[in-house]
């Protein structure tokens, strides 16, 4: 059997949905403190550049020591940040975890280095995906606060290892 849809049908329910998935993502992105300085047009268009992507418990979402493409934003789940302990490259140690309304991966982004630590997905999680060219024409004004997030994640290292990795920018 054969189904049809005429023109209209087909657009209001394209709309809807793109509109849906917009106001998810406005409403998400609401609760990430660096996005506080942009405009609300500006949130909105990081909102419709957002890609959803799932992950089962375990999953590798990042792996320290790729090169970056993407940052992150927890819809739904919890995310476990490690990194390979200095001594013992076999071994990773947690750093931390984040909750829904958190982001990661943002460091190698901002940095211009490789990825600093691995992310894996705790049971079942969803994110929202922000890849590096949406990142530098969206987020440019958050680049300056982002950078002063390196050294709360330096600190963060010196709790776990003892000492600071040194993360600023690279050229």
Request: charged letters at 30%; proline letters at 3%; one cysteine or more.
């Amino acid at each position: 059997s054969l189904w049809a849809l005429d023109r209209q049908t087909f657009r209001r329910i394209l709309l809807k949905n793109a509109y849906k998935k917009r106001k998810m993502y406005e409403t998400l992105l609401d609760g990430v403190p660096m996005l506080k300085t942009l405009e609300p047009f500006e949130r909105m268009k990081v909102a419709d550049a957002l890609m959803t992507q799932s992950f089962e418990d375990g999953e590798v979402i990042i792996r320290q020591g790729d090169s970056a493409d993407c940052m992150y934003f927890i819809e739904e789940g919890v995310v476990r940040i490690a990194m390979k302990n200095k001594d013992d490259p076999d071994k990773e140690l947690e750093v931390t975890r984040c909750k829904q309304g958190d982001y990661f991966g943002e460091l190698a982004l901002v940095t211009n280095n490789p990825r600093a630590a691995s992310a894996y997905a705790v049971g079942k999680t969803k994110v929202a995906r922000l890849d590096v060219h949406a990142f530098e024409r969206l987020l440019g004004p958050c680049k300056e606060l982002m950078k002063r997030n390196i050294e709360l994640y330096e600190e963060q290292i010196h709790e776990v290892f003892g000492s600071k990795l040194h993360l600023q920018e690279t050229q």
